[in-house]
């Protein structure tokens, strides 16, 4: 299971930023999202979508972010709208999976795409 995240890059605070990764192998997910972390903090949760549709989404970009999947590309998408000083970090890319239907849950990570936010 591979996860290739693109997208991360310099905004500009109030700007909009997309965030795109895509699965390859094979795999049946359960989940896909988007965590972050910032320098000298723990990586937290942006959002999340499982496979039934349930979407959850972190309380500091409730508003701001919204996260689409595309089933058949495989992907998970992070739109960032209002982008502030504090997004700034690494967003790693994740998806929970199984190898068969009941198989125990693991977890894959992308390499993570840096995000710099300027004023």
């Known amino acids: 299971v591979q996860l290739m995240e693109s997208g991360g890059g310099l905004v500009q605070a109030g700007g909009s930023l997309r965030l795109a990764c895509e699965a390859s192998?094979?795999?049946?997910?359960?989940?896909m999202g988007w965590y972050r972390q910032a320098p000298g903090k723990q990586r937290e949760l942006v959002a999340s979508?499982?496979?039934?549709?349930?979407?959850t989404i972190g309380d500091s970009v409730k508003g701001r972010f919204n996260i689409s999947r595309d089933h058949i590309k495989r992907g998970v998408y992070l739109i960032m709208n209002n982008v502030q000083l504090d997004d700034a970090g690494v967003y790693y890319c994740?998806?929970?999976?199984?190898?068969?239907?009941?198989?125990?849950?693991?977890?894959?990570w992308g390499q993570g795409t840096p995000v710099t936010v300027s004023e």
């Open positions: 192998g094979a795999f049946r997910s359960l989940a």
């Open positions: 979508q499982a496979d039934s549709g349930s979407t």
């Open positions: 994740n998806m929970k999976w199984r190898d068969h239907l009941w198989g125990p849950a693991f977890d894959a």
